[in-house]
Structure formats: structure tokens, C-alpha cells
């Protein structure tokens, strides 16, 4: 049997103010958390989208913070809570961004990624990360740890 469009990895950035919820607050209590309070409805169809094992990029929003600084994992697919009155997926932490990428260097290194729900949509909370621009801000950052490269502290102060 072949891949279904279901089965292949998707990638996502996930939106939260740092004085919500920080990478410092997803790190803790073992990198494990869940994602809720989504309330726009574009926002919560990309979240139930969501599947097991997809990254998600951790991004900081507000107005001191715009910048992707981490990477976490879906561990559990969309689920009813009936606590927060909605639902929510549970994401682990996967690692830190080795360099924060902020919103303007990633516009001025992606001019011609228009299909980016992050510059079409910038309200969103949930937007979907095509494959090359997830490539492309991974190598913005240097990557994040937990991804399997090696890198050297020389390379890590190279810009």
C-alpha cells in the first residue's frame, strides 16, 4: 500500500505570547504540554489537522517577541477537553531554535514565500509551514537540537 496524503509529515507554527506561555514554560514539567485555547476558526482547522509526530515551530508573538524559538512535536492528536470547553492537542518539546529567527529576517529572506499563512495571515495562531520554508528558517536558526546535526560552536557563531 502506498503513503496517503494523511500519512506524510506535516509542519506547523504555533503561536503564543511569551507571557501566556514562553519556551521556558514548554520546557518545563518535561517539554510536555497541551496546545489550547485556539479560538478562530481557520486557526482551529489547522490545529485538528494536526497528526501524530508532525513539528510545529514555537513561535514568540506580541510586540517585545516575534521570533520562532523552538520546535515541539505532536503527541496527541485533536481530543474533546471538556475543562477548557473547546479542545486541544498535546505537544512535547523537541528543542531550541540554535539562533532565534525573528519575523523581519524571515521576511527579508523569504520575499517569494507568499503561500506562508504567517505573512498572508499574520492573526492566525496556527498556520501550516510548507517544506522548504521549514527547511529554509531551520537553516535561518541553524537548526534546533533534538534534530540530529552536529554543530560545531564555530559554526554556531557564523552569520
Excluded at 514548554?26 to 478562530?40: F, I, T
Excluded at 494536526?50 to 520546535?71: E, M, N, P, Q
Aim: hydrophobic share 35%.
Amino acid at each position: 500500500m502506498g503513503k496517503t496524503k494523511r500519512d506524510e509529515k506535516q509542519y506547523w507554527l504555533l503561536k503564543t505570547e511569551p507571557g501566556e506561555w514562553s519556551w521556558d514554560d514548554q520546557a518545563a514539567n518535561g517539554g510536555l504540554s497541551k496546545w489550547d485555547g485556539v479560538k478562530n476558526h481557520q486557526a482551529l482547522k489547522h490545529l485538528k489537522s494536526a497528526r501524530l509526530h508532525d513539528l510545529c515551530f514555537f513561535y514568540h508573538s506580541g510586540t517585545k517577541s516575534r521570533c520562532i524559538v523552538g520546535v515541539v512535536t505532536v503527541v496527541r492528536e485533536w481530543y474533546e477537553d471538556d475543562v477548557t470547553d473547546g479542545g486541544a492537542v498535546d505537544v512535547k518539546a523537541v528543542g531550541e531554535m540554535r539562533r532565534s529567527v525573528d519575523l523581519k529576517e524571515m521576511k527579508g529572506e523569504m520575499k517569494n514565500s507568499k503561500d506562508f499563512g504567517l505573512f498572508r495571515q499574520p492573526r492566525l495562531s496556527v498556520v501550516p509551514v510548507p517544506v522548504d520554508v521549514w527547511e529554509k528558517i531551520c537553516e535561518l536558526g541553524n537548526g534546533y537540537e533534538g534534530d540530529g546535526l552536529i554543530v560545531s560552536d564555530q559554526d554556531e557563531g557564523d552569520d
